[in-house]
């Protein structure tokens, strides 16, 4: 890493991964697609295409941190996982540094342990448990997220070792308020040091071409890049590209952005599509802001079948009103007849 000023990190389709979630989507059964959940890996490549490094994530489908679940199957994308950093000529047993993360509390507010994202990065192959002795003196960093996250912009911030005594070397913060993810644009994560001073980015790039753009909806497979000064520690340089695969996991790593729902084509629906426009973002909470199109019931046919225009329903007969009492005539003054003159 000392002579690196821009690396390009892609992360590899899983088939089995990408049909199990697709399959889920189309019946409704999200459990399916736990199911096929595999670990991630990734190659790291230099700006002239030069292959650099390798990244597998080392994880159990069905692991338990104490007596809580932390696999992939039942806590994706929080489980906890390591993953190692090695050259494509070696193995993940040769590695020049790992990163251990364990099983968190994902999309909710960052305001205690259990529900701050965190990573290690350590030199050097894993010699921790179960294999051996402890890694703490290969310490390079450890990432956390601060009390409430960074409130409206996802932050990072980047120690020189864990426990209290660590020292911040660096703040991660992103471009974006309140709003993060999608496939319409970059998504930028400025690095600067203690001081304030610039110290890199890290970008999610947008796709590219129609291949990328496919690959972006129907898998949760991202292209990132790397920007760091020349002369930047190579400490600090692998603190930002463990940094980087932490961004991925609580980010970009809940599915593609389309959905297809063909679970109620059976009863007469049309198919629902479901697109991922963004995630807001708010104090470490994570909700996907979705839109869909279709899903809309189909008209039912008449009762009395064969194409026949249904009968028009029955004019309501009004009331008949009864009939107003005709006034009796008044009667007429009886003529007063003139008194007879009297006789004389």
Known sequence: LAETEKLIIKQKVSLLEAAAQNLANAVDMDALGALGETANTYGIYTDDGGHKFNVVETSEACGFTGCCPSGRICCNPNHKLQLHFFMPEHSKNEAMMFADRPCKCGSCCACC?????????????????????????????????PTLGGFLSPQLNVMDRSGDDGEQIATITANAVCCIGGICCDHTFNVTDSDGEYMGKIV????????????????????????????????????????LHLIDYMFFENGGAANVDLSGIMSGEMPEVEFKCCDCYCCGCICPCTTSCGGSEEETPPENGGGEEPEEAAEEVPEEEEPEEEPEPEEEPEEEEPEEEEEE
Not at 114 to 132: A, L, W
């Open 113 to 145: 342990s259990i529900c701050k994202q965190e990573m290690t990065v350590y030199e050097g192959p894993d010699s921790g448990p179960p294999g051996g002795e402890d890694n703490s003196d290969k310490e390079i960093a450890y990432i956390t997220q």
């Open 204 to 243: 999610k790039e947008a796709p590219e071409g129609i291949g990328d753009a496919l690959k972006e909806l129907a898998t949760d497979a991202d292209n990132f890049t790397m920007y760091v000064p020349k002369e930047l520690d190579p400490k600090k340089k692998a603190a930002m590209l463990g940094a």
